[in-house]
T-cell receptor
Framework: AQSVAQPEDQVNVAEGNPLTVKCTYS??????LFWYVQYPNRGLQFLLKYITGDNLVKGSYGFEAEFNKSQTSFHLKKPSALVSDSALYFCAVREDSNYQLIWGAGTKLIIKP | EAQVTQNPRYLITVTGKKLTVTCSQNMNHEYMSWYRQDPGLGLRQIYYSMNVEVTDKGDVPEGYKVSRKEKRNFPLILESPSPNQTSLYFC??????????????FGSGTRLTVV
């Protein structure tokens, strides 16, 4: 069965420092991986996805994510955090043979000035 | 502006009183879906629709109904709401069930409280 885990409920980072939001997954086949961001009182916004190809995927707002097949991970990263990056981040996964999208529980990212 | 519009944004209702949450998209997307978001549980899919008159159950369909009579609209119906349906609801659409090249577009959410 497919599953996705975001092991940290909350991540605190100082402005200007690099940030990482972790995501690990479990699928039987090849994974399709997604990151979405949710700002307060807003719907989710698509950040980036990995389907195939280069393991480093670049997305919106300066975010990137690295697909690591051996560690079954897809961590979200940004070299220099902004206070405006503070939001709730969701990782999602599906198998290439299964249309069902499974969502992580979300990680609250807090960037302190 | 390309968007998914949900109404209402906030709703407080009483147990058993039928309600409908509307969802409309202006992007000519084939795929639409309803999710509920609860703390610590992420998003759980309620129903989805691949196209007009084609709907199917997601992970948590009990207590909900949907219809897709037009491509742009996908209302969520709670025939007899109960307190355990208190949640934040999101409608989403996409060119494909897989999310297409731009992922899913989400509405701003409907916060429902059933007392």
């Amino acid at each position: 069965a497919q599953s996705v885990a975001q092991p940290e409920d909350q991540v605190n980072v100082a402005e200007g420092n690099p940030l990482t939001v972790k995501c690990t997954y479990s699928v039987s086949g090849n994974p399709y991986l997604f990151w979405y961001v949710q700002y307060p009182n807003r719907g989710l916004q698509f950040l980036l996805k990995y389907i195939t190809g280069d393991n480093l995927v670049k997305g919106s707002y300066g975010f990137e994510a690295e697909f690591n097949k051996s560690q079954t991970s897809f961590h979200l990263k940004k070299p220099s955090a902004l206070v405006s990056d503070s939001a709730l981040y969701f990782c999602a996964v599906r198998e290439d043979s299964n249309y069902q999208l499974i969502w992580g529980a979300g990680t609250k990212l807090i960037i302190k000035p | 502006e390309a968007q998914v519009t949900q109404n209402p944004r906030y709703l407080i209702t009483v147990t058993g009183k039928k309600l409908t949450v509307t969802c409309s998209q202006n992007m000519n997307h084939e795929y639409m879906s309803w999710y509920r978001q609860d703390p610590g549980l992420g998003l759980r899919q309620i129903y989805y629709s691949m196209n007009v008159e084609v709907t199917d159950k997601g992970d948590v369909p009990e207590g909900y109904k949907v219809s897709r009579k037009e491509k742009r609209n996908f209302p969520l119906i709670l025939e007899s709401p109960s307190p355990n349906q208190t949640s934040l609801y999101f409608c989403a659409s996409s060119t494909q069930r897989t999310g297409g090249s731009l992922g899913y577009t989400f509405g701003s959410g409907t916060r429902l409280t059933v007392v």
